[in-house]
């Protein structure tokens, strides 16, 4: 079964879809953009139901591989992903089976941006969310995509082994 590849920029085009490339060459990956829907922000009275949060869970719990993707966006993850991260919240209220669905699926993250490590606590929403979600979390590449060719070379051989499943240790302690 192929992964679920999430796009998290704000660009279905830029470094960070060439970061999830890397890491699934052409056909390997079923990709999602998330800008590419309309997702509305959580919302305490579950008004934004009919909007397409819901049909990308659904695909979550369809496949036993996800990989979330991001840049760097001021020291955090995009906005398009942030807001699709509250949303998980529907999975533990009006959506609650499908949130227990996710238990025991495998979960990556992949992010880049142009500083030459990961801002300290980055990749905390993650883990703690795939815990909180009974998900297995695999680990996390870093995709420098600044001038320095060496710390480029490192990183798009780092990216690579998200597909090979060697990527297991901490990222942001170059
Ligand atoms: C709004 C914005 C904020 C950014 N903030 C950071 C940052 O805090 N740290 C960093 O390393 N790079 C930062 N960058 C650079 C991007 O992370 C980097 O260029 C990334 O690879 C762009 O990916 P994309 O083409 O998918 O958007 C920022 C870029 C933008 C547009």
């Known amino acids: 079964m192929r992964p679920l590849v999430i796009l998290g920029s704000a660009r279905a085009d830029g470094e960070t879809r060439r970061a999830m490339d890397i890491a699934f060459p052409a056909g390997s990956a079923d990709l999602l953009v998330l800008p590419d829907f309309i997702i509305g922000g959580y919302d ?5 139901t009919a909007d397409a949060f819901s049909s ?3 695909a979550m719990t369809s496949v036993d591989k996800i990989v979330f993707t991001t840049p760097v966006y001021w020291y955090a993850m995009s906005a ?3 807001f699709f991260f509250d949303r998980l919240t529907d999975l533990t209220e ?3 089976s499908q949130g227990k669905a996710l238990a025991g699926r495998e979960v ?3 992010a880049t941006g142009t500083e030459h490590a990961l801002p300290e606590g980055f990749e905390v929403p993650f883990r703690r969310t795939f815990e909180y979600f009974a998900m297995t979390y695999c680990g996390a590449a870093y995709l420098y995509t600044g001038t320095d060719e060496k710390t480029a070379r490192v990183d798009r051989r780092n990216t690579r082994r998200v597909r090979q499943k060697r990527y297991r240790r901490p990222l942001n302690t170059r």
């Open 44 to 48: 305490y009275q579950h008004r934004n």
């Open 56 to 58: 990308i869970a659904e």
């Open 80 to 82: 398009p992903l942030k």
């Open 94 to 96: 009006n959506l609650k």
């Open 108 to 110: 990556w993250m992949i």
